[in-house]
């Protein structure tokens, strides 16, 4: 999701005013290693700090972790004013095929993080797919921030208990050492760090 939504428009401008450059952009949900796989630039959200000596890379931003719910689901519902609140209010999960679901990292008091395990009524396993259940007014749900700016800034979602809200991974760009004097590397390695910093 971060690939579609943030990385694609960043390089589609660079792709324009250079013709004779082919990229190859896929995206993955899984971490990808880029020596194995032949990649020339990565970017990652967490595992910032397991790059090889062969790998360059840059920290370019952290994303933080809200809770957001539909208007609709709000006026419906209530708007919770307390985590205990969330109890009661019907909450949407990001979880895998096997079964785990990722707890909600929370905010205590001091603004220490920990993990709220959550009994969610639905389980989505990808990030576009739990922002459409929220945006539908299906309930409660934790995004990263970039997920959600465009929809908090056109008010279709609104941030719920923001003292609960948490700083996140980091998210990095990285690249082959060896190749990055290339003209093509370099061009998408300085327009990447300028767009997504």
Not at 29 to 53: S, T
Not at 127 to 152: D, N, R
Not at 157 to 163: A, D, I, R, S, T
Request: proline share 8%.
């Amino acid at each position: 999701a971060f690939g579609r939504s943030q990385v694609l428009p960043v390089l589609l401008p660079v792709l324009q005013a250079h013709p004779l450059l082919i990229p190859h952009i896929s995206f993955s949900e899984g971490l990808v290693d880029p020596i194995k796989e032949g990649a020339d630039i990565v970017v990652r959200i967490g595992g910032a700090e397991a790059w090889p000596p062969s790998m360059g890379h840059r920290v370019l931003a952290r994303e933080w972790h809200t809770l957001c719910a539909s208007p609709a689901y709000l006026a419906n519902h209530g708007t919770p004013l307390l985590e205990a609140d969330l109890d009661q209010h019907r909450c949407i999960a990001y979880g895998w095929v096997d079964g785990r679901i990722s707890p909600w990292n929370v905010a205590d008091e001091r603004g220490a993080v920990r993990h709220r395990q959550v009994m969610p009524q639905l389980v989505v396993g990808n990030g576009e797919g739990l922002m459409m259940a929220a945006l539908a007014g299906c309930g409660i749900a934790q995004f990263p921030s970039w997920l959600i700016q465009q929809p908090l800034q056109q008010g279709a979602l609104v941030e719920v208990l923001p003292q609960l809200a948490t700083e996140g991974a980091a998210i990095s760009v990285a690249w082959v050492k060896r190749r990055e004097a290339l003209p093509k590397v370099r061009v998408v390695l300085d327009a990447l760090m300028a767009g997504l910093s």
